[in-house]
């Protein structure tokens, strides 16, 4: 079963595929019961450096 966590809306259909890898079900914040207080924390992949490429390497 899927782990709730409560995101602030409006997420891309990538980003909820994302969540749903890691083991989460999205639910919009707003709909955050008051009592729910430990979210869990979710590590944001940071996206990888491309390599700049050098004009004079191509030729």
């Known amino acids: 079963m899927l782990q ?3 995101v602030k ?3 891309t259909i990538d ?3 994302a969540y749903h890898a890691k083991g989460f079900r999205v ?3 707003r709909f955050k019961p ?3 207080e430990n ?3 979710v590590e944001e992949e ?8 050098n004009a004079a ?3």
């Open 34 to 36: 008051a009592d729910v």
């Open 15 to 17: 980003e909820k595929h």
């Open 4 to 6: 709730p966590i409560y």
């Open 57 to 59: 390497e191509e030729e």
């Open 27 to 29: 639910i919009d914040e």
């Open 39 to 41: 979210e869990p924390q």
């Open 46 to 53: 940071k996206p990888r450096q491309r390599r700049r490429r």
């Open 9 to 11: 809306m409006p997420i």
